[in-house]
């Protein structure tokens, strides 16, 4: 039997696969200090969850249209993507915003919505590295991810309750996408079954010379994760046979 306690500041979260456990942890807390127990997990810092025979949704519906209405965009027109495949963001190229302090906040707020949002995450990594220095080309991009949160302000994650624990991970790259460094961007998702339980997109460290030193590079940075992914299955008592499928579409990288 296993409990997992998850503690932000005040609020905590209580998982296991024992009632009686879970319930002998909540009065052993009781018993020490003064806590309100909400019954079945519904919503944690922002993340709604909502279960069913078939499996668990994570998303943050309330908290995308709290952005939203706060932009000013609850009532603009949707958009299919979360970026113009088109336009080429610059660091130096359009009129600098006047007060960067809510374009700085918005992108915050986007990093965040990210923990169920991966599809987002790559035009939100593009525009973070501006927040220093923000244009209006910035802005107007960042407007254009809350368009396509419109879209489907709901859409999240979710976790089938019967899926084979069988690790595949997937790793691309986009070669000298940063206009200023030419540095290439770093991405990869790794799925438990049919579960999405970790990515990322990330500027890479150095300037590749070629597309296959990128695509390497994304390759090694999954490697590491994977990795650092089975220490924590070991802590949850997940056993998931070896070894994992990893996935990329350069064959000069392999």
Not at 43 to 54: D, I, N, P, Q
Not at 67 to 89: F, H, I, N, Q, Y
Not at 141 to 167: C, D, E, H, V, W
Not at 218 to 236: G, I
Request: aromatic fraction near 10%; include cysteine; proline fraction near 6%.
């Amino acid at each position: 039997m296993i409990t997992v306690l998850l503690v932000y500041v005040d609020d905590i979260v209580l998982s296991g696969n024992s009632l009686f456990e879970i319930q002998s942890v909540k009065n052993h807390l009781h018993a020490k200090f003064h806590i309100k127990d909400l019954g079945p997990l519904k919503y944690f810092l922002g993340l709604e969850v909502a279960r069913s025979k078939t499996g668990l949704i994570l998303n943050q519906r309330k908290y995308c249209l709290e952005l939203l209405s706060e932009s000013g965009m609850l009532d603009c027109k949707p958009s299919s993507t979360p970026a113009d495949p088109c336009v080429k963001l610059h660091a130096n190229q359009g009129t600098l915003i006047s007060d960067p302090s809510p374009f700085r906040r918005l992108i915050g707020r986007l990093l965040y919505l990210t923990n169920t949002r991966p599809d987002i995450g790559f035009a939100v990594q593009q525009l973070s590295q501006f927040v220093s220095c923000p244009r209006e080309p910035h802005m107007q991009q960042a407007m254009r991810i809350l368009k396509y949160l419109k879209n489907a302000p709901g859409s999240g994650l979710f976790y089938p309750s019967n899926t084979p624990l069988k690790i595949q991970a997937f790793s691309d790259y986009d070669w000298a996408t940063c206009a200023t460094t030419r540095r290439s961007v770093t991405g990869y998702c790794v799925f438990l079954g049919k579960s999405l339980v970790t990515w990322k997109s990330k500027k890479q460290s150095t300037v590749s010379r070629s597309s296959s030193e990128a695509e390497y590079r994304a390759l090694a940075s999954l490697t590491c994760e994977l990795q650092w992914l089975p220490n924590l299955f070991n802590d949850l008592q997940i056993s998931v046979p070896v070894p994992y499928s990893t996935f990329c579409d350069s064959q000069s990288a392999i």
